[in-house]
């Protein structure tokens, strides 16, 4: 049985999903639950499985491999001179490059943009990414898509995962279906202050890594790394991380958060609370992802072709955990579960304990082969008295009991790993409401579970 200690650095408002072209500024209110508007303007297909076999052959015919085998997609790319329009100092954008990595990818990327070719950037992360205090177009998500935009005159569409609270944990398991259903070209990673240093997010982390960058479009990554007024960040590890995997990484720890312990700013001038930029702070944040950028796309082009490690860092066992909803699980019974009337908007298909359906605790019950099962659901504070606990078994042995209510809940979605073994095999789990919270309330918004 496994004991996860719970990381709740932000407390905050709920989901961001969008997906829409750069340049739409309509803005969001800070506290709305509601998904963003997709634009009607976006040309990413949620439904494009892969490139035309017309479009492959293209790109092969046109394509050049370095002598040391690197290849470069878009030898023909016209060169464009970036402006980055900074208003920090050089020494600042220099302190928050801990490196370029092995640029291969990005700067494929950023030749297909100067091609004229349309670009699909992704951004996955906790309330920061969202936009969390500021509009839409304040975003650094958005400010970063329409600069690229400016500066190489073509399409860039922006899939905004970013939902407030949640964890590389959460992140690993909806990646699938928040990011790379749009076949990304680039993906943005931000989870530096959601995450805490327990091996559970260490093992999530380097699963998303790892599940990212073998996608089908071999996406470009980058790594942001953020910080708290308190100073917590989990740059530390996540750096080495992102050394092993050679991926660039742009560090405010290192230039922003230096600056306010120089005394040359205050915290303040970045965010107005313990954790989220403002407007001002979206704008600097911006800045050095360009500058990054524009380091890798000034450079010589990559001597090595990039491959992913064989050797993970860490661990990445979570890889290839699934996530299940009510719609898509296999279940014997529901028993006293049904579908959800209390869904999250990032989590629309889960599964609440009703006892008034039944008058009995009977526990859903299903098999799967696997060997870490995890479970997803709605944390509450500690005075939601409606709410109350449920108990894991697996093939009949008590693994887990989770309680609802926590002294950091919010109404947020929160994880607990309640099985895992070496070895997968077939195993019958039951979830049942604990004895004394029989008529009491538990809201499964998912659960996870992998060979």
Not at 239 to 268: C, F, Q, R
Not at 333 to 361: I, Q, V
Request: hydrophobic share 30%.
């Amino acid at each position: 049985m496994i004991t996860v200690k719970k990381f709740t650095a932000i407390a905050l408002a709920t989901l961001i999903f969008s997906l829409s072209a750069c340049g739409n500024s309509s803005d969001k209110n800070s506290d709305s639950s509601s998904e963003r508007n997709v634009s009607s303007d976006s040309s990413v297909n949620q439904d494009s499985g892969s490139e035309s076999s017309a479009d492959k052959e293209s790109e092969s015919s046109s394509a050049e491999i370095t002598p040391s085998g690197a290849v470069k997609k878009y030898p023909d790319a016209k060169k464009v001179t970036l402006n980055g329009n900074y208003t920090q100092n050089e020494n600042i954008l220099k302190n928050s490059l801990l490196g370029t990595g092995n640029k291969e990818r990005m700067q494929n990327v950023l030749d297909k943009a100067a091609s004229g070719e349309p670009i699909t950037v992704a951004f996955i992360g906790g309330s920061i990414t969202y936009g969390y205090k500021v509009t839409n177009a304040e975003c650094f998500a958005t400010l970063y898509c329409n600069w690229l935009t400016e500066q190489f005159g073509t399409k860039v569409n922006i899939v905004n995962a970013g939902i407030s609270g949640t964890p590389s944990v959460l992140g690993n398991l909806r990646v699938e279906r928040d990011v790379l259903k749009y076949d990304p070209d680039l993906v943005f990673i931000e989870f530096a202050v959601n995450d805490g240093y327990e091996d559970v997010y260490k093992n999530s982390y380097e699963s998303l890594i790892n599940k990212v960058l073998e996608y089908k479009t071999e996406p470009a990554v980058m790594l942001l790394f953020t910080i708290t007024r308190e100073g917590h960040s989990c740059q530390p590890w996540m750096s080495e991380i992102g050394k092993h995997y050679e991926l660039p990484m742009v560090s405010v720890p290192n230039s922003i958060m230096a600056e306010v312990k120089a005394g040359n700013i205050t915290y303040d001038d970045y965010s107005n609370d313990e954790t989220h930029p403002n407007k001002q702070g979206h704008i600097w944040i911006r800045e050095l992802l360009s500058y990054c950028t524009e380091q890798i796309y000034n450079s010589d082009f990559e001597t090595k072709h990039y491959t992913i490690p064989e050797k993970p860092y860490y661990k990445r066992y979570y890889k290839d955990l699934q996530l299940y909803t009510y719609k898509t699980l296999n279940v014997d019974s529901y028993g006293t579960f049904r579908s959800s009337k209390r869904n999250l908007d990032f989590f629309p298909d889960g599964m609440s304990y009703d006892y008034s359906a039944t008058g009995e605790n009977d526990p859903l019950v299903f098999t799967a082969d696997c060997r870490i099962l995890m479970i997803v659901y709605r944390q509450v504070p500690k005075s939601s008295d409606k709410y109350g606990a449920i108990n894991v078994y697996v093939d009949d042995e008590l693994v887990q009991t989770i309680y609802a209510q926590d002294a950091s809940g919010w109404n947020n979605a929160m994880f607990n790993v309640a099985y895992e073994t070496v070895t997968s095999k077939e195993h019958t789990i039951k979830i049942c409401a604990k004895e004394g919270y029989e008529e009491k309330q538990f809201d499964i918004l998912g659960i996870a579970y992998s060979k």
